[in-house]
């Protein structure tokens, strides 16, 4: 729990400074855009340089945007839900990327699920960031059973389970940290951005892993929340 509560500090710090610099950044990067392009239509050499330069600056202007859409602060809108329902259309969503990489999504739901209360758009935003780092953790493809049963007390836990590439032990502390990312064209943000939501729903974000052989999260969330 202490260490659970050390990182959810960082975190919170870390993605305050974060977001303030992530902001002023854009100006620099919208004029330095300008030059280059300028540069580039005086040129007449070296066009493969300004090519890469402006592709180099437009990535890092992704990367800024990106984090600011997720770190902008949001109107919350707390309500009891069916954990079916969202599953229903998390899945749906899921499937099209999961298709196109042979990767076969399998439920098993426990009979008697009770309802979350919960933010319905941001609990759906972790459940596809979790699905969606286990779609692209196993390039080759396979299964994804996700498993929703009762927890203890009156919680809920839900276990997303792939047969990816898995995680080195060292990194799994890793998770959940801004830009921590080992994809070439990762950003780093999906796990800080869930590990952020499903605190604020006074819940916690478990993983364990094997390398090769695969990694599970598990999210746990109780069922009624006491705040
Ligand atoms: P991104 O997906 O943009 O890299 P995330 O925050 O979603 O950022 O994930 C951070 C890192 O955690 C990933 O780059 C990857 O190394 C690791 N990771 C997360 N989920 C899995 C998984 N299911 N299997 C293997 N590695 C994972
Ligand atoms: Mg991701």
Request: hydrophobic residues 40%.
């Amino acid at each position: 729990a202490e260490e659970m509560l050390r990182k959810s500090d960082r975190l919170s710090i870390a993605g305050q400074l974060a977001a303030g610099v992530a902001h002023e950044i854009r100006n620099p990067l919208a004029s330095l855009s300008g030059f280059v392009q300028l540069l580039q239509k005086e040129a007449t050499t070296n066009q493969h340089y300004y090519e890469i330069m402006l592709s180099e600056l437009n990535r890092i202007n992704f990367i800024v945007s990106e984090f600011l859409r997720v770190a902008k602060p949001q109107v919350l809108h707390f309500e009891s839900k069916d954990l079916h329902a969202i599953f229903k259309n998390v899945i749906a969503i899921a499937e099209t990327q999961a298709i196109m990489n042979n990767v076969q999504i399998i439920t098993d739901f426990d009979p008697d699920i009770p309802a979350i209360y919960c933010e319905e758009n941001q609990l759906k935003q972790v459940f596809l960031n979790i699905l969606k780092n286990a779609i692209e953790a196993m390039p080759k493809g396979g299964d994804i059973r996700i498993e929703v049963k009762r927890g203890k007390a009156d919680g809920v836990s839900i276990r997303f389970m792939d047969e990816g590439c898995g995680i080195d032990p060292d990194r799994i502390r890793k998770l959940g940290e801004p830009f921590y990312s080992t994809k070439e064209k990762g950003t780093g943000l999906g796990l800080m951005v869930s590990y952020k939501i499903i605190e604020a729903h006074q819940g916690c974000i478990h993983v364990t892993s094997e390398l090769e052989k695969g990694t599970t999260v598990e999210v746990r969330l109780p069922s009624v929340m006491t705040k």
